[in-house]
């Protein structure tokens, strides 16, 4: 034990002598940390200017980043600053041309009235001479009565008002059908509207009060009153499918069964014509699937009547107008018709893609089997009910077509209770 003593009493004092040689006098304890101490601030000096290297390096990396980024964005904003730019130049030019086209419009129209006024000028002088020439023989009785033998002085005077009472109304019909005639040589195409049967008496009977039920204008009371509902609604059913038809009955059954006949291939079906009459623009069905479209116009004429290319031109119209409202769902054309087309009609036809297609009238089921979207009822509709044309059939759906009124009842289907009494 005392030797270790003495060995670090040596250690301790060659130590000593050490410092004391090296620094000239005894090392303080401050002195002594200090100089332990240096390395490491030293080594933390350098740590803390690696660190600030590495930061500033990074910092200038994200900044070079941000200012690849600002001026990424910067173009891009340019280039659709510019875009937008153009487009409402493009629109005030549109805005510009639409405006002048306007005008345009309004100075033809404002033309077209005067230029009528002018013409019509004489239609009342020239009916006027017409109804004198087509009353005379009133005039010439009225003489008759004044000079015969006994002479009839009141009934002489009663055929002379009753000449001019008839010799206004020749007047104003014989005006109109000059105004007429010059509108039809104008305007040729007006008598495809007359052609349509829009005027016949029986055009738009399917507009009557909604709770009127339709198969008592079919049946006797006696029938009606005997039958069953199935029997007296098969009965009005085979009556109105076998009856005589005005034109545009006639024509409303051949869109139904042209409509049909795209339905049974998967088509969702529009019938515009029906539902629009004179407003359909010429789009009798629209008939869609998928990414398909196509407007089609129907005509169901006799063997005798001409399609022309006028026709051909209101389809396509109406088709190029369709696509300008459906740019991203654009349509074809069909022309669907019982009768054949001129030649030029032909050729004008094929020139721009409209597909023709000459098909007669066939049967087909006329019964609409529809459910009710909010309460589920299954109500049928006869084809002259008031809620017929509007009712869609969806088979997808659980709805169906039905060709009689116990095939219809039997898939649990009835008729609207106001129909049933």
């Not at 079919?218 to 009005?236: F, H, I, K, S």
Request: neutral net charge; proline residues 2%; charged residues 30%.
């Amino acid at each position: 034990m005392e030797a270790l003593i003495v060995i670090l009493l040596i250690v301790a004092g060659i130590e000593g002598l050490v410092i004391y040689f090296m620094h000239g006098e005894k090392e303080s304890d401050e002195a002594r940390i200090r100089r332990l101490a240096e390395p490491e601030i030293a080594k933390s000096k350098n740590l803390c200017r690696e660190e600030q290297e590495k930061y500033k390096k990074l910092c200038a990396e994200e900044q070079e980043k941000y200012k690849k980024l600002c001026s990424t964005e910067s173009t891009k904003y340019a280039a659709k600053h510019k875009e937008m730019s153009a487009l409402e130049s493009k629109f005030q030019a549109s805005a510009q041309e639409c405006e002048a086209v306007k005008k345009q419009y309004e100075k033809m129209m404002a033309d077209f009235d005067s230029f009528i006024k002018k013409k019509c000028e004489i239609y009342p002088h020239l009916a006027g001479t017409m109804a004198d020439l087509l009353t005379l023989h009133y005039e010439k009785s009225a003489e008759y009565l004044v000079h015969k033998p006994n002479p009839a002085y009141t009934e002489a005077s009663r055929i002379k008002e009753l000449r001019k009472e008839t010799k206004k109304i020749i007047a104003q019909m014989k005006e109109n059908e000059y105004k007429y005639a010059y509108i039809v040589k104008l305007y040729p195409n007006i008598t495809d509207i007359f052609d349509s049967g829009f005027n016949d008496e029986q055009a738009f009977e399917l507009e009557t009060e909604e709770n009127t039920d339709r198969v008592r204008l079919l049946l006797t009371p006696e029938e009606y009153q005997r039958l069953t509902v199935t029997q007296r609604n098969q009965l009005a059913l085979d009556r109105y499918l076998a009856g005589r038809k005005s034109k545009w009955q006639i024509g409303r059954d051949y869109e139904l069964y042209i409509g049909y006949q795209y339905e049974q291939q998967g088509f969702r079906v529009k019938y515009s014509g029906i539902l629009e009459n004179l407003e359909d623009m010429g789009r009798d069905l629209i008939v869609t699937k998928q990414d398909k479209t196509y407007i089609i116009q129907c005509k169901n004429w006799s063997k005798a009547k001409t399609i022309h290319e006028k026709h051909i031109f209101q389809l396509f119209g109406t088709l190029v107008l369709y696509n300008i409202d459906h740019p991203k769902n654009p349509a074809s054309g069909v022309f669907v018709t019982t009768t054949q087309l001129s030649d030029k009609a032909e050729k004008i036809a094929k020139e721009l893609n409209i597909q023709v297609v000459h098909k007669e009238t066939g049967e087909f089921p006329r019964i609409k089997c529809n459910i009710n979207r909010t309460t589920g009822e299954r109500i049928y509709h006869l084809p002259f009910d008031q809620q017929y044309d509007r009712t869609v059939v969806e088979t997808g759906k659980g709805e169906c077509y039905a060709l009689t009124v116990k095939e219809a009842e039997s898939k649990g289907f009835r008729r609207a209770f106001k129909h049933v009494s």
